[in-house]
């Protein structure tokens, strides 16, 4: 056994890993440790020049490589001295970096003939230039064999090949930044190891679930299609991986540009990217509800897509891309707001998880792509979130429309055969206007903007109905001059409540009136528009 000798790293500021690294240099033939303190990444990364093959995979397995990675995050990445300078001899960027002379803190001269050494730059340049034409060369391979399998409309196949490049591409990402690639991992474990160190792949993958992303949920789906003799027809989703594939290949080439620079320079530029969002001006009353929305429901992000005054209050209509932040969690933060700011403005708020809206852009994408965009961007809890696959080309559809028609034309049906009856028996019926009043409002915003919104609130709604098209603010005089406040009334009657209804005669004929305008309002919009065929009315 060596004699273990007093080694210090004080490059590492880690006492813990020194500890270790003097044990392995006792215990095993080390010949050069490699230590860069990589101010663009999260990850600072320590490679450990071995003698001998045998030891690579049971040191890197060991468990404090985890912790040491977890807890100080420091990448430690074995490898044994003949594969080392075999991969340098190919050109690669990693080694050829993080293998630099100015970056070793240790080494054994009893290994002479084994320590690694940098070539002179134009003998490596060629190297390089090799590695970086055969990355290219053979992705072009790939994507000429899309080409061909899109000209043939060989739907599998193309979601199965374009799986291929995708971890093509994924694999040289691992050598860029990791060292190695991944061996007997998932795409979706893939993506989300390399995330910690490149987090602009986030923006480019919608995650479905934890671990998994919509993306690769298709590739899925078009292997179980081929094993079962079936097609996958999501024609529309081909532009979205397309592209989803080119910013892979993208942060590739920015990763081969920087380690280029770096390696002909040997300094790493210290540089910080800063996550700045273009904000509005400054608007006190806005900067408040944000306040009390990222402490009620923390958003991913929130988009201010429209605002408009009525009777001197401005009204903010804001999107929260969030996880949980459902009817009850607007309401509370309505009230809130409410109570912080008085009648000063009204927020409009929708809520919708980033996976929700990925997987219901079939039907609302004409709806999101025109709130969703980067000028109304108002806050961003990081400047990684993943941007949403668009349908291309997208083609607009009313889906159930006829249903959401026909059950309001019942309604309105009911209402009036409860509010004419004879014997003035208005029992339940405050239930039906309100149905009414949200079917319809629901139904209008469909119709509209193809957006079918959650249950909101009533008063939201109207905004909503108001927002999709300015021209139903001409019955606004009706719910102006209800008998009660209109809104409260609504949401209360959402809700079976055990009593006496108060209702009489001159109430119900208000009531009707409204029923009667928006009904008609709907009929020229879905039945003389021509939006149903007279199969789906009948």
Not at 523 to 535: D, N, Q, S, T
Request: glycine share 2%.
């Amino acid at each position: 056994m060596k004699t273990l000798e007093k080694i210090t790293f004080p490059e590492l500021e880690n006492e813990y890993l020194e500890n270790i690294l003097r044990e392995l240099i006792n215990k095993y033939n080390i010949i050069q440790l490699f230590f860069t303190r990589d101010s663009s990444s999260a990850f600072s990364n320590l490679i450990v020049n071995l003698d001998s093959s045998m030891d690579v995979q049971k040191l890197q397995q060991s468990k404090w490589v985890r912790k040491v990675k977890e807890n100080f995050q420091i990448t430690v990445y074995f490898i044994f001295s003949s594969k080392l300078h075999h991969y340098y001899s190919l050109g690669d960027p990693f080694i050829g970096f993080y293998c630099r002379q100015s970056a070793i803190i240790y080494e054994n001269k009893e290994f002479d003939n084994s320590i690694f050494t940098q070539w002179e730059w134009k003998k490596y340049k060629k190297r390089f230039n090799d590695y970086e034409n055969n990355f290219y060369h053979d992705h072009e391979l790939h994507k000429w064999q899309i080409k061909n399998l899109i000209s043939e409309s060989a739907s599998n196949a193309i979601f199965t090949s374009y799986s291929r490049l995708i971890e093509y591409d994924l694999q040289y990402l691992e050598e860029l930044y990791l060292g190695s690639k991944s061996v007997s991992v998932s795409i979706n474990e893939r993506i989300t190891s390399l995330s910690a160190y490149i987090p602009a792949i986030q923006r480019y993958f919608v995650k479905s679930s934890k671990g998994r992303y919509f993306l690769t949920d298709l590739f899925e789906q078009a292997k179980e299609a081929s094993s079962d003799d079936e097609a996958l027809y999501r024609n529309e989703m081909f532009k979205a991986v397309g592209e989803a594939e080119e910013n892979l290949c993208d942060l590739i080439g920015d990763r081969l540009s920087e380690l280029k620079k770096l390696i002909k320079k040997e300094y790493t530029d210290k540089k910080e990217v800063l996550c700045e969002i273009d904000n509005k001006p400054a608007i006190t009353v806005l900067d408040t509800a944000v306040q009390i929305i990222l402490q009620r429901a923390e958003p991913e992000q929130i988009y201010l897509f429209h605002e408009t005054t009525s009777n001197d209050k401005i009204i903010y209509y804001l999107l929260l891309i969030a996880e949980n932040a459902g009817n009850e969690k607007l309401k509370a933060i309505t009230n809130c707001l409410k109570n912080k700011i008085g009648g000063k403005c009204n927020l409009v708020m929708i809520s919708h998880s980033r996976y929700w809206i990925q997987n219901n852009l079939y039907e609302h994408q004409s709806f999101f792509e025109k709130v969703i965009k980067e000028n109304y961007l108002i806050y961003s809890s990081n400047e990684y979130h993943p941007e949403f696959h668009w349908e291309e080309p997208h083609k607009p559809y009313y889906g159930d429309l006829h249903i959401f028609y026909k059950s309001l034309e019942k309604c309105a049906e009911q209402f009036s055969a409860t509010a004419r009856n004879n014997e003035e028996n208005y029992c339940g019926l405050g239930c039906l206007f309100a149905q009414f009043f949200l079917s319809f409002c629901r139904t209008y915003i469909f119709v509209k903007t193809y957006y079918m919104p959650n249950y909101l609130s009533s008063k939201t709604l109207w905004n909503l109905c108001i927002y999709a098209d300015n021209d139903i603010k001409k019955y606004n005089y009706l719910l102006e001059t209800f008998w009660t406040e209109i809104f409260p009334y609504l949401d209360a009657n959402r809700t079976v409540s055990h009593g006496l209804t108060r209702l009489d005669a001159e109430k119900v004929s208000q009531m009707e009136m409204i029923v009667t305008k928006l009904s008609n309002e709907l009929h020229k919009l879905v039945i003389e528009g021509g939006l149903l065929k007279i199969y789906e009315q009948d």
